[in-house]
């Protein structure tokens, strides 16, 4: 899927001198990127596997849902804090500098449901990693990640050990 990287905007110094940001929003407005991309984030999973897909905020709102429709299963979404209006799970996890810190309703999964976790981009592993311990801390089982990019020197599949990681481009 190296092919796919044509398609993805690099910015470098963005949003700070000293990153190279990959834009996913080129490869989105071309249909048939896109409609690789949601291929190849399903490929290999097997319907009856999972029981739901969950998004990770913000951008992997771009694809899980669009996942979980062409699997025939429901989308979850996780969220930054105060944006969930029911009752809540958390998670607070490590970022670089500080923390931040995840959210999913309480009744969002169910004990013993199997999740495949969808996000644009694996890099160091923290915010991954955190969902997945949502998850587990309501009773579900991390069926699998799914994500469009991994950047592979952040070494972030690392903290996944364990799970299965699909990553359609790699950096």
Excluded: C
Aim: avoid cysteine; hydrophobic fraction near 45%.
């Amino acid at each position: 899927m190296d092919h796919l990287k044509q398609l993805i905007r690099e910015i470098p110094d963005w949003p700070k001198p000293g990153i190279l940001f990959y834009d996913i929003t080129t490869l989105m407005k071309d249909a048939k990127g896109l409609a690789e991309v949601i291929n190849g984030l399903k490929a290999g999973v097997i319907p009856e596997d999972i029981d739901v897909v969950l998004g990770i905020e913000a951008r992997g709102y771009f694809f899980a849902p669009t996942v979980a429709h062409a699997l025939g299963k429901g989308f979850v979404p996780v969220r930054k804090p105060k944006k969930l209006p029911w009752q809540i799970e958390s998670v607070e996890y490590a970022l670089e500098y500080g923390t931040d810190t995840l959210e999913i309703h309480r009744d969002a999964v169910q004990p013993g449901e199997r999740v495949l976790i969808v996000d644009d981009v694996l890099a160091t592993g923290g915010t991954a990693a955190a969902v997945a311990k949502l998850v587990e801390k309501l009773g579900g089982k991390v069926a699998g990640f799914a994500f469009v990019i991994e950047l592979d020197f952040l070494n972030g599949r690392e903290k996944l050990n364990g799970y299965p990681i699909r990553s359609l481009v790699h950096y």
